[in-house]
């Protein structure tokens, strides 16, 4: 079936390290990609997407490459912030499904 | 209200008994979802809403659970004769329409089961 392969966590960078966190997904056509990060005491929410390879999704400073020769979908940022310090996720949607499916999540510390 | 709302945050229960979790969308949102969370992994899809018919329930994991959303808003996630095993952080969401346009899904902080 589908499913998203995470790195193993957790993460801990000094603030304006470089950030990769990666990401690998497994389906039988040709998914939507998105990351979705939690910050402490909220719900789960958005960071950016990408709906076709070689899209480039991006926000917050954050960006993601949908790369379909190699299945992968890895979150960078150049310069993290404390602020940064969060659970992300990655997921995939196929057009025929009402759901998105999530990887395990990896915790991102950032340390002053 | 601004986002969606889930009720109760925290719920502790004994194996066996019956629990229900609330769960009030962003206004005007028609797809609802509940996802579950348990230890140490991303969420799972248990079942989703358009208006007030479950679209898609193959997530739920046996028939213990049910969900229901009677007047196309608050959605209740039912589960009876609660197991250990149903211990995790229940998740819920709405979108605008079915959020494939955009992708995005709006979550409530989720609430949190324990069966003791």
């Known amino acids: 079936g589908d499913s998203v392969t995470q790195m193993e966590g957790p993460v801990t960078l000094s603030e304006e390290a470089f950030l990769t966190i990666n990401c690998t997904y497994t389906?039988?056509?040709?998914?939507?990609l998105f990351w979705y990060v939690q910050y402490p005491g909220e719900g789960l929410q958005l960071l950016l997407k990408?709906?076709?390879?070689?899209d480039k999704g991006s926000n917050k400073g954050f960006e993601a490459t949908y790369r379909k020769e190699t299945t992968s979908f890895h979150l960078e940022k150049g310069s993290v912030q404390v602020s940064d310090s969060a659970v992300y996720f990655c997921?995939?949607?196929?057009?025929?499904?009402?759901?998105?499916?999530f990887g395990k999540g990896i915790t991102l510390s950032v340390r002053p | 209200g601004a986002g969606v709302s889930q009720t109760p945050s925290n719920k502790v229960t004994e194996k066996g008994k019956y629990v229900e979790l609330r769960c009030d969308p962003i206004?005007?949102?028609?797809?609802l979802y509940w996802y579950r969370q348990s230890l140490g992994q991303g969420p799972e899809f248990l079942i989703y809403?358009?208006?007030?018919?479950?679209?898609?329930d193959s997530g739920l994991p046996n028939d213990r659970f049910f969900a229901v959303r009677p007047e196309g808003s608050v959605s209740t996630l039912k589960i009876q004769r609660t197991e250990r095993g149903d211990s995790a952080v229940y998740l819920c969401?709405?979108?605008?329409?079915?959020?494939?346009?955009?992708?995005?899904?709006?979550f409530g902080e989720g609430s949190r089961l324990t069966v003791l």
């Open positions: 969401a709405s979108s605008l329409k079915g959020g494939w346009d955009t992708g995005e899904l709006f």
């Open positions: 389906a039988t056509g040709y998914p939507s």
């Open positions: 990408a709906t076709k390879a070689d």
């Open positions: 809403f358009q208006g007030t018919g479950a679209a898609d």
């Open positions: 206004s005007g949102h028609t797809a």
């Open positions: 997921a995939l949607h196929l057009g025929a499904n009402s759901k998105l499916t």
